[in-house]
């Protein structure tokens, strides 16, 4: 039994402190991964029967599942990318929740259907996750038994998927910013190097600014390298000669 799961509480009751858990990650430096396994972790306990919960994420270029609680869920999602049908994806292009009584005779996706019958699942719940105009993917639940999940269950996934797509956004958001500075402290790094391996080269040369860039240029060429691999080469050899 999980432990963040409160019976007695009302549903609104029992699903703002999972609320208020979801909503300390953005005070802190979590990733992406572990952010959505918190995620899925608490999907998990906010719907009673399911024994694996996953997110996927989806759009135009990419489909992938992160922070799964269960391997089953990782396998049971691939198959649905490759084989290019499934409630996930289903919940995630429709825009609304999809609900799987029995995997063993939904006729819906026969193919995936038929492919994870050995998995030991067979019930199955996707919400989509939708923060403002964009669909971002689907929250999914998993069960053993068919007709785990009622009406109830899909009050719960939904409220808390509406929830949860405002942290999957956030999250998302933190790590493109992140990917970005350490994007931009790199490509600052390299001009810096270059600037030096210039003014190496016009001390050195006696050239000016614009030669000597072309002669860093030159070298790369011959030496088949990148330009701040040369310029780092000249800067190198400017300290050895010093010492």
Same mark, same amino acid.
């Given at each position: 039994?999980? /432990?963040?799961?409160? $019976?007695?509480?009302?549903?609104?009751?029992?699903?703002?402190?999972?609320?208020?858990?979801?909503? *300390?990650?953005?005070? #802190?430096?979590?990733?992406?991964?572990?952010?959505?396994?918190?995620?899925?972790?608490?999907?998990?306990?906010? +719907?009673?029967?399911?024994?694996?919960? !996953?997110?996927?994420?989806?759009?135009?270029?990419?489909?992938?599942?992160? *922070?799964?609680?269960?391997?089953?869920?990782?396998?049971?999602?691939?198959?649905?990318?490759? @084989?290019?049908?499934?409630?996930?994806?289903?919940?995630?292009? !429709?825009?609304?929740?999809? &609900?799987?009584?029995?995997?063993?005779?939904?006729?819906?996706? $026969?193919?995936? !259907?038929? %492919?994870?019958?050995?998995?030991?699942?067979?019930?199955?719940?996707?919400? $989509?996750?939708?923060?403002?105009? %964009?669909?971002?993917?689907?929250?999914?639940?998993?069960?053993?038994?068919?007709?785990?999940?009622?009406?109830? #269950?899909?009050?719960?996934?939904?409220?808390?998927?509406? /929830?949860?797509?405002?942290?999957?956004?956030?999250?998302?958001?933190?790590?493109?910013?992140?990917?970005?500075?350490? *994007?931009?402290?790199?490509?600052?790094?390299?001009?810096?190097?270059?600037?030096?391996?210039?003014?190496?080269?016009?001390?050195?040369? !006696?050239?000016?600014?614009?030669?000597?860039?072309?002669?860093? @240029? #030159?070298? #790369? *060429?011959?030496?088949?390298?990148?330009? $701040?691999?040369?310029?780092?080469?000249? +800067?190198?050899?400017? +300290? &050895?000669?010093?010492?």
């Amino acid at each position: 039994m999980h /432990q963040d799961r409160h $019976p007695d509480l009302p549903l609104t009751d029992e699903l703002s402190a999972v609320f208020a858990r979801m909503s *300390g990650l953005l005070l #802190s430096e979590e990733t992406v991964a572990t952010a959505l396994g918190l995620v899925s972790s608490l999907a998990l306990d906010t +719907v009673p029967g399911a024994v694996g919960a !996953g997110v996927s994420l989806v759009d135009e270029h990419d489909r992938r599942s992160t *922070g799964s609680t269960d391997a089953r869920v990782e396998r049971a999602d691939a198959l649905q990318y490759d @084989l290019d049908e499934g409630p996930c994806l289903a919940a995630a292009l !429709g825009r609304h929740l999809v &609900r799987v009584d029995d995997l063993a005779t939904d006729r819906r996706w $026969p193919r995936w !259907g038929n %492919a994870v019958a050995d998995l030991g699942l067979r019930a199955a719940m996707s919400a $989509p996750l939708v923060a403002g105009d %964009a669909s971002l993917g689907a929250l999914k639940v998993y069960a053993e038994r068919p007709g785990t999940f009622d009406a109830d #269950s899909e009050r719960r996934l939904s409220m808390f998927s509406a /929830q949860a797509a405002i942290l999957v956004a956030n999250v998302q958001t933190h790590d493109r910013a992140h990917r970005l500075s350490v *994007g931009l402290r790199e490509a600052i790094a390299t001009r810096d190097l270059v600037s030096m391996a210039k003014g190496v080269l016009m001390a050195r040369h !006696g050239v000016t600014e614009d030669v000597a860039f072309g002669m860093l @240029l #030159s070298h #790369s *060429g011959e030496q088949a390298g990148t330009t $701040p691999d040369v310029a780092r080469a000249v +800067v190198d050899s400017a +300290v &050895r000669r010093r010492r």
